[in-house]
């Protein structure tokens, strides 16, 4: 049978794992602001479709899209609530809602 490690032994392994944890996570981690928006407003592969003011409209808009089968998520920002697509949706977005 195989002996369990002392006491030491294992506190030392625990706090190499915690050491090993906090270097992946400082050197490969976001930081605190997560994605940010370039000079058109888009987040990463994700592109502006709208902009409402208030968390109902966007909500109405949202609705009308599922309804047209695309795909949409919401973003709050300054300038209020955003639509936002990928590219691939992102042009029949755009016409579902010029029909409104």
């Known amino acids: 049978m195989v002996g369990v490690g002392s006491v030491?032994?294992?506190a030392l392994v625990v706090s190499?794992?915690?050491l090993l944890a906090g270097i992946l996570r400082y050197t490969f981690g976001r930081g605190p602001e997560g994605a940010l928006p370039d000079e058109n407003g888009d987040l990463g592969l994700l592109e502006t479709v709208a902009v409402v003011p208030t968390r109902e409209a966007a909500d109405v808009l949202v609705a009308k899209l599922a309804r047209e089968k695309v795909r949409?998520?919401?973003s709050h920002?300054?300038?209020?609530?955003r639509l936002l697509a990928f590219p691939s949706d992102a042009d029949d977005a755009r016409v579902v809602l010029r029909a409104m």
């Open 8 to 10: 030491t032994e294992i």
């Open 16 to 18: 190499l794992v915690i």
């Open 72 to 74: 949409v998520t919401l």
């Open 77 to 81: 920002g300054a300038d209020g609530w």
